[in-house]
Every structure is written in structure tokens, then in C-alpha cells.
């Protein structure tokens, strides 16, 4: 989920904590746990400082390692002795616990985003993405953002968070409901697909679709059960040449593979340089794919200068590569 959602639920699981009896009968507990539920909210997400390193090592580690099994049980363990030390006298056990459930939830929640993360990690370097849930959810952010306001006026937290958590839980069944509807109007339009991607946008009935064949990639928008393929592509296997290879070692290119589950290339020549380019299919928008990865290399394959990431015009990526083709 997007941080804005992380913190709405770290404040809203604080209010909830009040149903501890050792959590409301201390402020200082009290305070300790609500500090926890928000930190602890946020924590496994401090990883989105690797962007400022570059997109490759961003793309390949976030949602990773800080989301794994020994993470979720490091990080609990770390704001509470810290937060224990800062406030004294507070029950540590019961501010693990506490704190211990928003990490948990910071990660359980992203699994149903299309991203996903390596949440099985160390046991298994898989990515878990169930494609339910788009990064920000309008609906889940303002219910948060409603509890929070009833919250402030008086309402009772622990009843209004329970009814609030109750609705959220029917609404995530309702959008694999949704989901799986748009899976099966999939299968109909394409009968003969492989591989099926399906991944929510901001809006509840609209949804991207992605789908492979033999012989083909589609490229669509579900709208409840209508299905629209706007691209078909002829599907080709990366060329096994001695440029491939060389582009393919690329950090930025590795790094895209390592995300991309479906993807196209194109391969074009330039004066005195070759340009490895993939495609990934799952973003399309607005009839531009975004999400890139582009190698330039010299007649004798070396690499020139290589990107990863979202780019929205082709000017704005020539730019990134400090390349104008004549």
C-alpha cells in the first residue's frame, strides 16, 4: 500500500490497542503503543531509500528483505526496546505485540497489491502478489480516514476500528470476487491464453489486463466483465545474439527482467549504437507503456548508458539516456 494508507492504519491499529486493558489503563503504555503501531506501520518500507541509489537496485530490493520473515519479526523487536528505553515504565510485552501486529499487517496488506513482495523470504525468493488491491485504494484509505474522524469526536476507537476492520475484510473478498469474474471473461475473449495478468486500478470495476498465448501478448482494460484487448503483439523470444547477452548483463536491463513477468523487446540501430529496449505490458496508459528498461551499446557491445523505470514520453527517456538519435 502507499504510505498514506500505512499511516492511517498505524494511527487507526493505536486506537484499537485500547481494547488492551494493560494499554488503556497506562497513558504512558498508551502513548508507547500508539508510537509503535505507527513506526511499526511504516518500518518495513524504509527500503524506498534505495531509489535515491538508482532504479535498478530500488527495483530489485524493494518490498524484499525489509518484508521477509525475519524482518517481520526484527523490526517489532527493535522500535519496541527503542520506544522502551525512551518511555519509561511502559509494559514491554504488550508494546511488542502491538507493535508487532502493525508490521505484520504493513506486510499481509502488500501482498494483495499487484507489486507484491518477497513475504516468504528467506524460505523462498518468490514474489507474493495477488492483484487485488491497487497500491493506493481509494475506499480503504477513506474509511480509515472516516474511523479516524469518528475517532476524534468521541466515538468509542476500539468499536468504531472493529466495524471499520470487519467491512474492509468483506470488501477484500468482494474484490476477489470481482477478480476472479474478470479472470474467467478473460479465458472467454482469449481462450487460447497461457498466462493471464490482472491488476486493480483506483477504480473498483476497472482493471489492467495482461495476457500471453503461444504465439501472442495482449494488452487490455476489463470493465466489470467487458473486456477490451487494445494491443497484440506477436510474441518473440529475445534474440540469443552475442548483443542480447552483452545488453542483458546490464544492471538496469537484470534488473527489469528480475520484476517483469511479461514483457516485449525491440531492437534498433542508430548511427554507431544498438538500442535493447523492454517492454513491460501490465502498465499501459493512456496508449503509452511506461515502464521501461533501455540499453545503448557501441559496436563493440559495450554499454553505453542504460535506464530503468517509469517514463511517460519519449522525450523524457532520451533525456534520462543523454541520447538524441539523428
Known amino acids: 500500500m502507499d504510505t498514506g494508507t500505512h499511516i492511517v492504519m498505524g494511527i487507526a491499529l493505536g486506537g484499537l490497542a485500547l481494547a488492551d486493558p494493560v494499554v488503556a489503563s497506562s497513558s504512558l503504555t498508551t502513548t508507547a503503543v500508539i508510537a509503535g503501531t505507527i513506526i511499526g506501520s511504516q518500518a518495513p518500507d524504509i527500503d524506498t531509500v534505495l531509489k535515491l541509489r538508482n532504479n535498478a537496485v530500488y527495483i530489485r530490493h524493494h518490498r524484499g528483505i525489509t518484508h521477509s520473515i525475519p524482518a517481520v519479526i526484527l523490526w517489532p523487536l527493535l522500535i519496541s526496546t527503542v520506544l522502551w528505553l525512551i518511555i519509561p515504565n511502559v509494559n514491554f510485552l504488550h508494546l511488542w505485540l502491538w507493535t508487532f501486529l502493525a508490521v505484520f499487517l504493513h506486510v499481509f496488506v502488500d501482498i494483495f497489491n499487484s507489486y507484491g513482495t518477497q513475504a516468504i523470504r528467506p524460505f523462498s525468493r518468490k514474489w507474493v502478489a495477488l492483484g487485488v488491491i491497487n497500491t493506493f485504494d481509494p ?22 476500528f472493529l466495524i471499520m476492520y470487519a467491512v474492509i475484510v468483506c470488501y477484500y473478498i468482494l474484490r476477489f470476487a470481482v477478480q476472479a469474474a474478470v479472470r474467467n471473461a478473460v479465458k472467454h475473449t482469449i481462450p487460447d491464453a497461457k498466462q493471464i495478468i490482472i491488476a486493480p486500478t483506483m477504480k473498483f470495476f476497472q482493471w489492467r489486463v495482461a495476457a500471453l498465448s503461444e504465439s501472442h501478448h495482449y494488452v487490455g482494460r476489463a470493465y466489470g466483465r467487458s473486456i477490451t484487448i487494445y494491443d497484440k503483439f506477436e510474441r518473440v523470444p529475445l534474440p540469443e545474439s552475442d548483443l542480447v547477452k552483452a545488453a542483458l548483463l546490464d544492471v538496469n536491463l537484470s534488473a527489469f527482467i528480475s520484476f517483469s513477468p511479461i514483457y516485449r523487446w525491440e531492437i534498433t540501430k542508430f548511427d554507431q549504437l544498438y538500442e535493447v529496449r523492454l517492454i513491460d505490458l501490465r502498465y499501459r496508459s493512456n496508449d503509452f507503456y511506461p515502464f521501461v528498461a533501455v540499453a545503448h551499446l557501441n559496436e563493440e557491445l559495450e554499454i553505453v548508458n542504460s535506464y530503468t523505470g517509469w517514463i511517460f514520453s519519449e522525450d523524457k527517456l532520451r533525456k534520462k539516456l543523454d541520447f538524441m538519435p539523428n
Open 139 to 160: 475506499i480503504i484509505f477513506g474509511m480509515h480516514i472516516v474511523g479516524l474522524l469518528f475517532w476524534m469526536f468521541g466515538a468509542n476507537p476500539v468499536t468504531t
